[in-house]
């Protein structure tokens, strides 16, 4: 085996490991028709137990899954008025790549921003 076949081995284990388990689970787990769910039900559906942390690396995944976090009455069962939850909702359209915007100042002078 020559040495960059045992380097690209090597890089391959290391991303295999460096990949969050979490992701696996929750896109098996949670079906392609739910376009919202709630974070206590996400950590149920991962067996932990619903505490700021567990929420706080739950966030870190879904958001490299592309979920956006909401508030919502509408997630708790019988939601009404003093009844939020925190959940998660798939995004309605792809976000928009912002573009620097020139700025004109003082007569004409262009400055980058």
């Known amino acids: 085996m020559s040495l960059m076949e045992k380097l690209r081995l090597a890089q ?6 460096q990949e969050d388990p979490w992701k696996r689970v ?4 949670v079906p392609a028709n739910v376009l919202s769910i709630s974070s206590v039900a ?4 991962l067996g932990v137990a619903p505490t700021t942390g567990n929420c706080r690396r739950l966030a870190l995944t879904m958001r ?12 708790a069962p019988g939601g009404w008025r003093t009844t939020e939850c925190r959940g998660w909702s798939r ?8 573009q620097p915007c020139p700025v004109e100042r003082y007569h004409g002078e262009r400055v980058e921003r």
């Open 64 to 75: 490299s899954m592309g979920w956006v976090g909401l508030k919502s009455r509408r997630l």
């Open 91 to 98: 995004p309605v359209r792809e976000p928009k790549v912002r």
């Open 42 to 45: 996400l950590t149920d559906l």
């Open 12 to 17: 391959a284990e290391i991303s295999h490991a």
């Open 26 to 29: 929750l896109e098996r787990g």
